[in-house]
């Protein structure tokens, strides 16, 4: 009777533990950055490939490659002099804080993937 009490509180605090280390902190992670969008680089296209956003507002655009033709292998952002290699399968994160209105192409190297951020 005490054996499995024992086990019982036992299995429950190895529970709790898992809980606050894995998923309880990984959800706060997830909400120190403000404005975080996924795009995904896979099949020609930026998903998604039109982004909003205001003046003066923080966002962090979050590309996911998952194509491996090195068409894809970096994301260039000319009217803002960014350009970042997007290693496969990994994320890559761009914050940027525009101060002017205005629409923003982002594109590969090539010009094959093509992706709109507008800031109003
Ligand atoms: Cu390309």
């Known amino acids: 009777m005490i054996t499995l009490l024992v086990n019982t509180i036992g299995i429950f605090l190895v529970g709790l533990i898992i809980w606050w280390f894995w998923i309880y902190q990984s959800r706060d992670d997830s909400t120190k950055i403000d404005n975080l969008i996924e795009i995904k680089v896979k099949d020609g296209v930026y998903q998604p490939a039109h982004i909003e956003t205001e003046v003066n507002h923080s966002i962090t655009l979050r590309f996911i490659r998952e194509d491996p033709s090195p068409c894809a292998e970096t994301v260039v952002f000319s009217s ?31 010009g094959m993937y093509r992706g709109k951020l507008t800031v109003k």
Do not use: A
């Not at 399968?89 to 629409?103: A, F, Q, R, T, Y």
């Open 80 to 110: 803002l002099n960014i350009s970042k290699q997007l290693p496969l399968h990994e994320s890559v994160d761009i914050s940027l804080n525009i101060k002017k209105p205005g629409e923003y192409e982002f594109t590969c190297q090539m």
